[in-house]
Nanobody
Framework: QVQLVESGGGLVQPGGSLRLSCAASTNDRNIYYMGWYRQAPGKQRELVASITDSGSTYYADSVKGRFTISRDNAKNTGNLQMNSLKPEDTAVYYC?????????????WGQGTQVTVSS
């Protein structure tokens, strides 16, 4: 069983920055996908950004140009650099990782970290 441990959330003023980190408790090199999702109160969980083991990235339109996702394949860690934060970025952010082992697919979620953007 792989565990994802997130860190880096907190309270920040509009226009500020935060960096979220996600560490997977495995040396398994088969984690081909890491993503960050968020869920605001009363809203559905949405994909914010993702990155594959080959470096392909995806960003939601709402965060393009402000957020940057990165990962260290050797360490199975992922980061989300969030700049120019807005109040509408306030949410619980979840790390997601997907692994293939032969024909078997596994998906893991972190416990979530709160990001609050407020003056």
């Amino acid at each position: 069983q792989v565990q994802l441990v997130e860190s880096g959330g907190g309270l920040v003023q509009p226009g500020g920055s935060l960096r979220l980190s996600c560490a997977a408790s495995t040396n398994d090199r088969n984690i081909y996908y890491m993503g960050w999702y968020r869920q605001a109160p009363g809203k559905q969980r949405e994909l914010v950004a993702s990155i594959t083991d080959s470096g392909s990235t995806y960003y939601a339109d709402s965060v393009k140009g402000r957020f940057t996702i990165s990962r260290d394949n050797a360490k199975n860690t992922g980061n989300l650099q969030m700049n120019s934060l807005k109040p509408e970025d306030t949410a619980v952010y979840y790390c997601n990782a997907r692994r293939l082992q032969g024909a078997l697919f596994y998906e893991y979620w972190g416990q979530g970290t709160q990001v609050t953007v407020s003056s």
